[in-house]
């Protein structure tokens, strides 16, 4: 079945630890998207990416980086900048010239102790 | 104005119930706009675009009024399965889904 995989779903992390989220789809979509949501809030855009080898920073980009070297792939690291990084991260991407319906993986959930 | 806004809720109603939320956009340019659906500790998922015209899927009507810049979503004869909180959201600036602004989503709770 074609979809989005993030992974881990849950991971806790000490602070001053870098951690990479990892995003695969195999829908053969160009576009790929990393959102944060905390409790009560809408999402917001940390890193977006319309093709392979280029990204554009979202809203918070502060404290994270990423990379686009597959199509099909797109991780997140959480550097140790990243001041308050407990949170639900969703992935998503859109096919066409990234204007279509966005699909999400199912999250990861990040609790730093 | 908030770039997206809309009432947190939680509504509360019962089974059969019909159910109206806004959601208002700051740019009156905005071009694009949804409704999505998130279960409890869930990813989104599209419930429905929102077209000019106003569109239905079923029980769902969605709508658009550009001259007071809200969508609405109305849900007739609840069901409990209905439960669950509903993002609003616009393209605000037009061009990729990077401008894609989420609201902060409001919860519905449908009791038998």
Redesign the interface.
Known sequence: DGGITQSPKYLFRKEGQNVTLSCEQNLNHDAMYWYRQDPGQGLRLIYYSQIVNDFQKGDIAEGYSVSREKKESFPLTVTSAQKNPTAFYLCASTGGQGTGELFFGEGSRLTVL | RKE?EQD?GPFNVPEGATVAFNCTYSNSASQ?F?W?RQDC??????LM?VYSSGNEDGRFTAQLNRASQYISLLIRDSKLSDSATY?CVV?LYGG???N??????TKLSVKP
């Open positions: 997206v947190p694009s949804f999505y500790r869930k990813e989104p998922k599209l675009s993002l393209n990729s889904q990077g894609l602004i989420f609201g902060k989503g």
